[in-house]
């Protein structure tokens, strides 16, 4: 079955400081990969997948995450990080049916 | 605006109550699913639907029940609950994966006393 692994359950950075969020996938199929974002007392929304093609994906907000088969990654990067940007992101994965598994959540805290 | 819509947002159950939670959503997404968030657990998938019909079992399913008489709505119910079943509750929707990722509802935060 496929599972998601994030390695870091907090994050604290400053701001305008560069982050990454760490997500490793094990699958023994074809995966697509998302990243999903959620803001105190909201819903997730997503912020960006891979689903075939180029292995890096960028959204409009600055991250970017890059697909990784040989190390099974699929880490979140962003190069400068603002305050708005402090929210759970998380990570999942399909490893062929239609359901989405999550990962624990990395709780990002951005500071001035 | 189209998405995800739950209801209620917030409620609060005595042990043993009975109550249903509903999801609703206007994209004619085929697929449905219910999950729950608790801290440091991550999401966790309790039912899903594959059509107007049909229903399956998720990673944690006992202690709940699920409908989807019609494609747009999809019902959780939880038919005597219990403290551990206090959480945040998040249904969402779907085409097929390839084509995209879930749109979320906004969510339920469930306490059970």
């Known amino acids: 079955a496929q599972s998601v692994t994030q390695l870091d359950s907090q994050v604290p950075v400053f701001e305008e400081a560069p982050v990454e969020l760490r997500c490793n996938y094990s699958s023994s199929v074809s995966v697509y990969l998302f990243w999903y974002v959620q803001y105190p007392n909201q819903g997730l929304q997503l912020l960006l997948k891979?689903?075939?093609?180029?292995?890096l994906v960028e959204s409009i907000n600055g991250f970017e995450a890059e697909f990784n088969k040989s190390q099974t990654s699929f880490h979140l990067r962003k190069p400068s990080v603002h305050i708005s940007d402090t929210a759970e992101y998380f990570c999942?994965?399909?490893?062929?049916?239609?359901?989405?598994?999550f990962g624990t959540g990395t709780q990002l805290k951005v500071e001035l | 605006n189209a998405g995800v819509t739950q209801t209620p947002k917030f409620r609060v159950l005595k042990t043993g109550q009975s109550m249903t939670l509903l999801c609703a959503q206007d994209?004619?997404?085929?697929?449905m699913y219910w999950y729950r968030q608790d801290p440091g657990m991550g999401l966790r998938l309790i039912h899903y639907s594959v059509g107007e019909g049909t229903t399956a079992k998720g990673e944690v399913p006992d202690g709940y029940n699920v409908s989807r008489l019609k494609k747009q709505n999809f019902l959780l119910g939880l038919e005597s609950a219990a403290p551990s079943q206090t959480s945040v509750y998040f249904c969402?929707?779907?085409?097929?994966?390839?084509?995209?990722?879930?749109?979320f509802g906004s969510g339920t935060r469930l306490t059970v006393v």
């Open positions: 994209m004619n997404h085929e697929y």
């Open positions: 891979y689903l075939s093609g180029s292995t």
């Open positions: 999942a994965t399909t490893g062929g049916g239609n359901k989405l598994t």
């Open positions: 969402a929707s779907s085409l097929l994966i390839r084509l995209g990722g879930y749109t």
